[in-house]
């Protein structure tokens, strides 16, 4: 009894065999580094590559299902089996399961290892699931912890993207691997803030450790980002130290996070995950690019499982959570735990719940088992909290504010917006990337030297190694594109081409047709970007050329139209054989080519004509002819409304020989460094599913449009692929105000930013917020200074003061918008008018009716040339689509014309319309609409239901085709109804006597 009491807790020679036994396990420790040599599971390397090892466990007892582990690049790969209790492998294998795993090594000990990149790993673990795949026959579940399960989303990616016989990928799980990185950030803080700070972090970095992150620190990383369990475990470590047997129990997992568990952290590979994934977020969004392909995990089909820790302060769950988003088309389920980081693959919960859970969804997705019961199918849990808006939304509001600023006032514009948010300094940062587009814009003048040959330059010094442009799935730095135009250049001056030569482009959107088009603006010659939809002859009667540069689909065609000579670009590679009359440019040898004398790089002015553009379609040509002035007025001004900056994607889903496609996506991506995602709609139609595909391949967040093409994503069924879509704006102009609406509703939060520009001419107008659906919004700050002036629709003419001098409109006056030229700027324009409001000044006219309201913005209302000249008056189209679009749900797009009829002085009114997806015409709701929103002389006294409307290559409507159609009576081509006097509906308009009903309506 006496001794039992002695060993009492409180008793003295009870503490003290403790303090002796602790002093001894100590001391042991402190001698050896640790009471026991681990012990571990048995394996042989297989494979090894240029920056991994490839073990198989277990080998003698191979067999069942492959499971290919991927550790984390911080620590070892004894991350899986740190101890016989607690190993993953071994757990693995006693359930049939034949366990890899991926082997980094110690980056600071093998040879280049301190200089890998986030590539490098990513291919590893590639050719690591290759030869798994080879050497077992079966397709290979795939499997991370922490980081390590990034690798994995992202090889599954790769390998879609890359593999001709598929990913050979059975099933995806992760480890606390998160997905949305920005998830765990303390605040939302825009991409391009966001990117700077990742900059400066990565500056202070690279003077500390400048080979990357040393052992010491990766684990000293590890312990702050979870401090509060780090202490937790010392003290536990330190009151079992006296007891022998429970340190023994925690004797592996205590070696391994002391110094054992910790690597290098190799420089290149943290700065590439720095920029691509933390600043760009691009494992959510998509376009990471990897081995030269741009990838999305949106391509993953494979069942994925993730576990996620309740207490997991590294990777958050709705950071893990976020794959769903991410992998849309794949089945996600989730598995949560009562653990931290390191507990969810070692410790006692994941011996009780991870390994057997794993076991059980192999053998489910081997089709052998029911699902595991503890999984709990991915949905959306977070929902941001509604009422203040983020920072994101104050930006945009910020960005807004100082449009309307003006350029004048631009150096001041951040400070402005931030007094009136309380967000001074962050706005500032966030406003601060488009002030210095916005002020090279107000500083150019005509002899200016500016151009899209100069401003690529000024990239590829900047940026060499960036991504500029993203095509068929392949991502091209600003160095090879620059380099790329070189070539084409000394091969253009090898065949003879000079500066200031008109030398046309007839190619469809691919890479060498911007490489012709720069390369000539670099030599100082007008690229005519000509037409492959409209006839070749008759748009080079129009605009003659000196030379012609070809693709090879449209050489031959060129050849009968231009003659002998054609030059053939793209498409090359390897030996081939042209048809007569093409010259391969592919076969110059460039390195033979000397360059002339008068070869000046980039010699392209403000004032000069850059470039020349076909408008309309073969039936009536447009030319319009572009400055380099006017070229920059687009790129800074479309950079500026759009708050591009280098970690946005931008994709064009209009031509590059299109307006649209070159002056505003090509240019505002290149002058913000923004990456651009080359596409070309099928006859200017949008394939939705291959759509939304490139949309996460590549990572967009903004896209551009033109007219009516939005109305094939709205009009076509929901995809999981729209679903947490990454894009954050569709900007373009000529949009139909019912589409817009539908676009904003269905794709939110994206917004829609809408602008109407003069081809010629600085009239620039933005709808930089958005809030106001059918607007143009306000002038370009730097842009042509604009006026509205009166104007007689029925005389087709400016109404004038008794000076003769033009009037101005009245605020929500519709009038003829005007711009001023200014030719010390570089303004230049083909319809000038001269002395318009005062002696001496110099206007041009747009040909559009604008009128502007109390806040100052501007609303189209219809072209000069699409006026209505009803018996009622004369009256501009666009207004009343405006209503019927807005106000009937059945309405698709609406088209407003003018019909003359024998016999009548003034045209009919016509609506001709398409209906949405699986909607009927409503007669009654129709009249009602127009009766009640309309003046009786805008009232469309017939309406045409038709399957389609006719349209531009730019999806706008062609009214001139509209009005050849008439009336559509007898043609087959829809129901025409007509406003009958004292019919509650629209009712049909008889064939044999329409037109004679029409002529009896009282005027």
Known sequence: MADAENTKPGSSPGLLRRLVAAAQNGLEIARFGGLAEREPSPHAIVAEGANHRLRRYFVSQAGGPPALLVPPLMMTAEVWDVAPDTSAVAALRASGVDPWVVDFGSPEVEEGGLERTLNDHVLAVSEAVATVREKTGRDVHLMGYSQGGMFCYQAAAYRNAACADGSGIASLVGFGSPVDLHGALPVDLPADVLAQVIDGVGSVQSRLFPSGIPSWATKLGF?????????????????????????????????????????????????????????????????????????????????????????????????????????????????????????????????????????????????????????????????????????????????????????????????????????????????????????????LRSASRVGLGRVLQERAEESPEETFFLFEGRAHSYRAANQRVDNVVLGLLACGVRQGEHVGVLMSTRPSALAATFALSRIGAVPVLLRPDVDLRTQLRETPVSHLVSDPEHGPGAVESFGEGVLVLGGGGGPRELPPGLLDMEAIDVAQVEPPGWYTPDPGLAGELGLILIAGDSERIGVNRVTNRRFATSAYGTATACALTEGDTVCCCSPTYHATGILVCVGGALVAGARLAMTEPSQGALDPRSFWEDVRRYGVSVVFYTGTMLRFLVNAPATPAERHHPIRLFAGSGMPLGIWKRVAERFHPARVVEFYA??????????????????????????????????????????????????????????????????????????????????????????????????????????????????????????????????????????????????????????????????????????????????????????????????????????????????GLGTGGGEVLWLAPGEPAYVPLDLEHGIDALRSVPR
């Open 758 to 967: 003069a081809t010629e001419g600085d009239a620039v107008l933005v709808n930089v917020t958005g809030r106001k659906p059918g607007c143009v919004g306000r002038p370009l700050p730097g842009g042509a200074e604009l006026a509205v002036a009166r104007y007689d629709l029925s005389r087709e003419r400016l109404e004038l003061d008794t000076g003769g001098f033009a009037l101005r409109c009245d605020e929500g006056e519709a009038g003829l918008l005007l711009g001023r030229v200014d030719a010390g700027r570089g303004g230049a324009a083909s319809r000038v008018l001269r002395s318009v409001f005062a002696a001496g000044d110099t206007w041009f006219s747009t040909g559009e009716l604008v009128s502007v309201d109390s806040d100052g913005d501007y609303w189209l209302v219809g072209g000069v040339a699409d006026t209505v000249d009803a018996p009622g008056g004369a009256f501009s189209p666009v207004p009343v689509e405006r209503v019927l679009a807005g106000s009937l749900g059945f309405v698709d797009v609406v088209a407003v014309y003018g019909v003359a009829v024998e016999g009548l002085d003034a045209e009919i009114p016509v609506a001709a319309l398409t209906l949405r997806r699986g909607a009927k015409l409503d007669a009654l709701g129709l009249r009602r609409v127009v009766t009640d929103a309309l003046p009786p002389a805008e009232r469309p006294l017939v309406v045409r239901v038709v399957e389609t409307l006719p349209l531009t290559a730019g999806q706008r409507i062609r009214r001139s085709a509209l009005r050849r159609q008439g009336l």
């Open 223 to 443: 312990q702050l980002m979870d401090p509060v369990n780090a202490v937790r475990q010392r003290i536990d470590f330190a009151r079992q130290l006296y007891d022998r047997e429970a340190l023994l129990e925690r004797e592996g997992m205590r070696r391994f996070l002391d110094g054992e568990a910790w690597i290098a952290f190799p420089g290149p590979a943290l700065l590439d995950v720095a920029q691509q994934l933390v600043a760009h977020n691009r494992m959510l969004q998509g376009g990471f690019v990897i081995d030269g392909y741009s990838i999305t995990l949106a391509s993953i089909t494979c069942p994925i499982l993730v576990f996620t820790g309740k207490n997991d302060s590294i990777a958050p769950p709705r950071t893990v959570r976020a794959i769903y988003k991410a992998a849309p088309r794949a089945e996600a389920w989730e598995v949560s735990l009562p653990a931290g980081h390191f507990g969810l693959v070692v410790g006692s919960r994941s011996a009780e719940i991870t390994w057997p859970t794993v076991a059980r969804w192999l053998d489910w997705c081997e089709g052998g088992a029911e699902r595991p019961q503890n999984l709990v199918r991915l949905e959306s849990r977070e929902k941001r909290a509604s009422g203040t808006p983020g920072l994101v939304e104050q930006v945009s509001e910020g960005v807004g504010s100082m449009w309307s600023i003006g350029a004048g006032l631009a150096s001041g514009a951040a400070e402005i917006v931030g007094r009136g948010s309380g967000l001074v300094s962050r706005l500032s940062d966030a406003i601060a990337p488009q002030l210095p587009l916005l002020g090279r814009l107000d500083r």
